[in-house]
């Protein structure tokens, strides 16, 4: 059956192309000679149609008011084509409706260099230098109607580089550099009818690419590098009528049952009878018509894929290299990558390409064939786990591969984390909340042990005092006889004799203050009652003493 949402235009859909040099010198040589038109130099077509609107219209002559210098204007239209030009002129009437700037050396378009030109409906930059597109480039041409961008040095085309042009009808991107179409590359152009994009070197069309393509009516995909292309590349056409494949390498394998199927079912009236898709690989199809060929004869390989070894130790510093095997067919698509490792309470996550980087040298540099891990300068956080994954239209296989990172103990001593800082405060500030955990910790537990101790020594004086109150003294203790040394003063080895046991006393006698009066009974005043219990009665030797 017919692809969903297509719609049969026939074999004879005209190929359009952007005016050549040929309506140029047309327009000069009126200019000279007035309306003189040879017949065999009009060709029929919107075209023609344009000049001869251009007939009518009075001309400017090269540098006059409102015109770019070297330049030629007609009203709203802008011919600087073939003057060898690197940038977009000046001075461009920000009426023009149609610009002519091709055959020169533009090699890049100035952000906000077209912005005063919000008029355009038709614009021809082909066979320029330009290079890149920036995304945004035309925001402003929200009119545009065509544009022609053929013969330039596109190498690739980024998300938004047409944004803005929600009326464009015809875009040409023939004969560039394209490699690849990445996901939703003509997502902003809605109204879209013709996309020209032969004569490239194309090799990718990615799922999402053609996205948002509702509107178009002509793909032209001829003459590229284009192998396989998938049943969701071609799904947004819904309004497709001519589908242009022939001059394709297209590798006839499982991937391409689909296409077969669909060209027998009703596909093929999208199809000039000139438009074949033919066979380059595998060799036993080549140059067979994929129509031709049996679905039994469309297979695939699943890919096997083998790491050796599958753990590794590496120093730090060094530099690691590791090869994956992968066979199969067509040949797989080798992939490295580095498994994210799981946190506490969340599931495993999915294996992402480490770096995102592709080629050589790359984390996740990916290869065919033979796909190869290169890791330079190793540091820890190249450690973990990793994957080689091998994938084509068959299928997929997957390694996984351990790398462990050894450090010395001098580097394990360097990559030791310091100790966390003690919190600095305000100078003199004492407060016992201003110091950390571990330190108001160590300060009660020091004056715990300082109270403990203080208790226990006045426990071990006290029961100490108690002993000594409790124990009787030996006879005479206490007592001072003084009739030994009262023939003159005492020395200081006389006084010794004087302490008790414990050394807690010494007595010193004082001759001027006797004791006792001449008779027994009577009694010195301020004599000192304990000591005069234990002396003996010997009033005429007897003297006060003191402490």
Known sequence: MPFPGSQTLGADFRRCTPPGPTILKLVRRLQLRGPQLDPREMAPGPPALLLLSLLSLPSLPPGATGCPAACRCYSATVECGALRLRVVPPGIPPGTQTLFLQDNSIARLEPGILAPLAALRRLYLHNNSLHALEPGAFGAQSRLLELALTGNRLRGLRVGAFS?????RILYLAGNQLVQLLD?????LPRLQELHLQENSIELLEDQALAGLSSLALLDLSRNQLGTISREALQPLASLQVLRLTENPWRCDCALHWLGAWIKEGGQRLLSPRDKVMCAEPPRLALRSLLDVSGGSLICIPPSVHVEPLEMTAHLG?????????????QPLVTWRKLAQPREGHPPAQAQPEGGARGPGGHGASDTGSGMLFLTNITLAHAGK???????????ARVPFQLLVNLSRQQQLQLAPPPPPEPLHEAGSMAFRALGLATQTTVVAAIALLAFTALLLATL????RRRRKKAPGPPGEGALFVNDYSDGPCTFAQLEELRDER?????VIDRSKPLFAEGPAESAEGAAPGLAQGLPLQPPAAYEIHC
């Open 461 to 464: 004086i006290c029961r100490r």
């Open 184 to 188: 939703f590359t003509f997502l902003h």
């Open 164 to 168: 803005g042009l929600a009326q464009l």
């Open 386 to 396: 990793y994957e080689c994954e091998a994938s084509n239209a068959g299928g997929a």
């Open 318 to 330: 060094e530099d690691l290299r590791v090869a994956c095997q992968a066979s199969g067919y067509p």
């Open 503 to 507: 050394g807690h006393e010494m007595f």
